[in-house]
T-cell receptor
């Protein structure tokens, strides 16, 4: 009966490095979302998966950001050549269907030095 | 483009008071509206989800209303307790464009003992 889990909980990296953030959704949830939350702001949409495919990636800020969900369960958000402006909390959510309640994980706090 | 606004940005009240948090959105084409709670350094916990065809939802001391035509929702908290202190976020699931949650910036609520 586990909820959405995300690893790592905290990630500190240096500018220019590559990072991967992992999301384990609730079992059976076909919809998976990534959001980014900056300090004092509400989360902002990055990308949405339905099954294995990215149904909408319009929120990804640029081509340094990429996400995969190869088997329709676990998803990985990948950030290349990290910049200080990428520092934020990255939240993952899953749901049974597109219009159902989204259940959020605890987030990964990314700090780029 | 859907925009969500929450007023006030911060609110501090004595324990025991009833209070109302406000949320407004610019595009009435939504599937649903959700209210979330976020504790410092934590992920989001879904409190209430109102479908676009509904007018309100209740859970314990919480009551959320939705007036889709005017683009407004309120979250009513009865008999507030110090444990209610958190940031409250509202989000709409937009019909137009990407089926993503669009969040407000949140209301930071402090209940003083």
């Amino acid at each position: 009966g586990a909820g959405v889990s995300q690893t790592p909980s905290n990630k500190v990296t240096e500018k220019g490095k590559y990072v991967e953030l992992r999301c384990d959704p609730i079992s059976g949830h076909t919809a998976l979302y990534w959001y980014r939350q900056s300090l004092g702001q509400g989360p902002e949409f990055l990308i949405y998966f339905q099954g294995t495919g990215a149904a909408d990636d319009s929120g990804l800020p640029n081509d340094r950001f990429f996400a995969v969900r190869p088997e329709g369960s676990v998803s990985t958000l990948k950030i290349q050549r990290t910049e200080r402006g990428d520092s934020a909390v990255y939240l993952c959510a899953s749901g049974l269907a597109e219009t159902d309640t989204q259940y959020f994980g605890p987030g990964t706090r990314l700090t780029v030095l | 483009k859907q925009e969500v606004t929450q007023i006030p940005a911060a609110l501090s009240v004595p324990e025991g008071e009833n209070l109302v948090l406000n949320c407004s959105f610019t595009d009435s084409a939504i599937y649903n509206l959700q209210w979330f709670r976020q504790d410092p350094g934590k992920g989001l916990t879904s409190l209430l989800l109102i479908q676009s065809s509904q007018r309100e939802q209740t859970s314990g001391r919480l009551n959320a209303s939705l007036d889709k035509s005017s683009g407004r929702s309120t979250l009513y908290i009865a008999a507030s307790q110090p444990g209610d202190s958190a940031t409250y976020l509202c989000a709409v699931l937009a019909m137009r464009g990407a089926q993503k949650l669009v969040f407000g910036q949140g209301t930071r609520l402090t209940i003083n003992p």
